[in-house]
């Protein structure tokens, strides 16, 4: 799946990537865990807010 950014963070697990709103998730080849993408697309408990969406699936072949 290809997820854009919604709300500006550092991804303290991609070497402290600075992500922006409208930028694309994950950079590069980086492979998140499934347990990181939840993370990001729930609404975060201390900042009240999701970090990304999805905005494509990538069809399996």
């Not at 998730?25 to 408990?45: A, D, M, S, V």
Request: no cysteine; aromatic share 10%.
């Amino acid at each position: 799946m290809l997820y854009e950014v919604i709300n500006d963070f550092v991804d303290l697990e991609d070497n402290k990537t600075h992500y922006k709103s409208g930028d694309k998730y994950p950079r590069g080849k980086l492979k998140p865990t499934k347990k990181r993408i939840n993370e990001l697309t729930t609404k975060h408990p201390k900042y009240n807010r999701a970090f990304i969406k999805v905005i494509e699936e990538v069809p399996k072949e």
